[in-house]
Structures are given as C-alpha cells and as structure tokens.
T-cell receptor, first 114, second 115 residues
Framework: DQQVKQNSPSLSVQEGRISILNCDYT??????FLWYKKYPAEGPTFLIS?????DKNEDGRFTVFLNKSAKHLSLHIVPSQPGDSAVYFC?????????????FGAGTILRVKS | DAGVIQSPRHEVTEMGQEVTLRCKPI?????LFWYRQTMMRGLELLIY????????DSGMPEDRFSAKMPNASFSTLKIQPSEPRDSAVYFC?????????????FGPGTRLTVT
C-alpha cells in the first residue's frame, strides 16, 4: 500500500509559466515532507521541505504548500525554466514511527518547454 | 566533501550470477539507506542502517538480497542469484541523525542489468 502517492506520472509546462506538482499521503503520522529533484544518471537531490506545523514554505522560485486536512501537498515552481526539467519525488517522514526513514512517492516527470 | 560514492556505476550480468553493489557514505553520517528505482514502483527503500546496525529490512524483496555495513564508511548490497527482474537503478543514501530536514544525500546510483 503506497503511503505517498504522486498520481501524475508526467507534466509538461511552457517556460515562464507555473509548474504545479501534487502529492497525496495517507499516514497521519507523517510530520515532515520533502521534495527531491532527480536528473538523468544522477541521484536525487534535496530541493525543499516543510514541517507539518506550517502550511507554506518558500525558497526562491520554489514554494511548497501543505494541506493537512486533505493530506495533500504541492510544489509550485514559478517561473518554470528548461533546467527544471527533471523527475520530482515527494517524500514524507514520521520520526516517531520511522526515525530517519523517508517514504517516497513514485515521482513526476516535469518537462519545461522553451 | 566527496559526497556518497557508489560503485560500480553500471553492472551487466547474466541471470544466476552474484552481484555486489558498494557504497561509501558521507563521512560522519550515521544513517545509510539502500533504495531501488524502477519505472513501475518508483523509489523503494530496501534497507537502512543506523550506526552500522540494520534497523529496517522490510523492503528487501526476498532472501536473494542481503546487505551489510561492516564499518561506518562502507556498505554492500548483494544479490545472489540475480534474476532479470532485479534490473533497476540502485541508490545508496546517507544522512545525519537529529538534523532537520532529515535530508538524505544520494549517490549517483548503480544501473544493474540482468540478462
């Protein structure tokens, strides 16, 4: 049973527009959420995170929104750039239950067209 | 710092052969994770260690898979015997306990092909 779901396998966006990547989770024990970005032939790299006590975290062009009641988070990229084309993984942590373990979604491929 | 180092980067082997993947975590990190990435299942956690001790191996597919961490700077993931369905990219990651945001640092991965 997948506890973290990324239901959109891929997303295509025009350069300069907003990219919105979505993630849903089922475990109410999750208290920290992260987004990772992965380029081909490389390992995933950390992008941005949010604690469950917040509903928004912003870092430059990247903003993550958390809706705890809906068990939903999203990553907004504004404006999107061709270099943002990558696979984006959503991950969740429940420290009391899992320690430092992260549970990852299946990923969403983002293509930014120039 | 060199980051997480994995070897080999690519491995092609025949069904039935033993495969050993290697990982050197970032110095000072006390957690080490092994993941497998496939198109169907995304990024799956296989096993993780804390201070060289296996904590959770519930993601290991079957007895053909085994992992060891003999010291803080080295870990192996072994598949014996290998099967074509084991073909995937295997990642090693490390992290430091008590440090938000529980960020894990990934190696470049080993692409395994079993024919």
């Amino acid at each position: 049973d997948q506890q973290v779901k990324q239901n959109s396998p891929s997303l295509s966006v025009q350069e300069g527009r907003i990219s919105i990547l979505n993630c849903d989770y089922t475990n109410s024990m999750f208290d920290y959420f992260l987004w990772y970005k992965k380029y081909p032939a490389e390992g995933p790299t950390f992008l941005i995170s949010i604690s469950s006590i917040k509903d928004k975290n912003e870092d430059g062009r990247f903003t993550v929104f958390l809706n705890k009641s809906a068990k939903h988070l999203s990553l907004h990229i504004v404006p999107s750039q061709p270099g943002d084309s990558a696979v984006y993984f959503c991950a969740a942590s429940a420290r009391r239950e899992y320690g430092n373990k992260l549970v990852f979604g299946a990923g969403t491929i983002l293509r930014v067209k120039s | 710092d060199a980051g997480v180092i994995q070897s080999p980067r690519h491995e092609v082997t025949e069904m039935g052969q033993e495969v050993t993947l290697r990982c050197k975590p970032i110095s000072g990190h006390d957690y080490l994770f092994w993941y497998r990435q496939t198109m169907m299942r995304g990024l799956e956690l296989l096993i993780y260690f804390n201070n060289n001790v296996p904590i959770d191996d519930s993601g290991m597919p079957e007895d053909r898979f085994s992992a060891k961490m003999p010291n803080a700077s080295f870990s192996t993931l072994k598949i014996q015997p290998s099967e074509p369905r084991d073909s995937a990219v295997y990642f090693c990651a490390s992290s430091l306990s008590g440090r938000l945001p529980y960020e894990q640092y990934f190696g470049p991965g080993t692409r395994l092909t079993v024919t």
